[in-house]
């Protein structure tokens, strides 16, 4: 296992717990965080994006499935499973808690400065997402 792949599976494990001033930590002052339906930038934004995660999916566990580093970045394919069960919110609105399950696959490639994470980016099908919260034509 690669230094990178320890401190995304690190992430991982704290972001599980909802421990986002652990999670924080391991953010860079500067990060940058992007993905189909939000932006987020900053390791304040980030210690928000893991507190609304966690809300919106208390139990959510990500698994990777393959992973590979070069230099200073990882690209991971991850498998997150997870029950919707509070406000889920992107940019442009809130989502509220479906109780439904989710089952999604990413992929992820994330770029760790100095130990921290300095940018991740997450490309993912949202219209699966929102099939799957049973609100099909929301999002994208």
Do not use: C
Request: net charge negative; proline share 4%.
């Amino acid at each position: 296992m690669g230094e990178l792949r320890n401190v995304v599976e690190a992430l991982f494990e704290v972001e599980a717990r909802g421990e986002a001033d652990v999670a924080a930590r391991l953010y860079a002052p500067d990060v940058e965080f992007k993905g189909p339906m939000i932006e987020v930038h900053g390791r304040d934004g980030m210690k928000e994006l893991v507190e609304s995660s966690h809300r919106a999916f208390p139990d959510m566990k990500r698994e990777i499935i393959t992973a590979a580093e070069e230099g200073d970045t990882i690209a991971v394919q991850i498998r997150s499973k997870g029950t919707h069960l509070g406000p889920l919110g992107f940019t442009g609105g809130e989502i509220p808690a479906t109780g439904r399950p989710v089952d999604t696959e990413s992929a992820i490639f994330i770029r760790v400065e100095n130990g921290l994470v300095k940018s991740w980016h997450t490309f993912y099908d949202g219209r699966i997402l929102m099939q799957q919260l049973g609100l099909a034509g929301v999002g994208g």
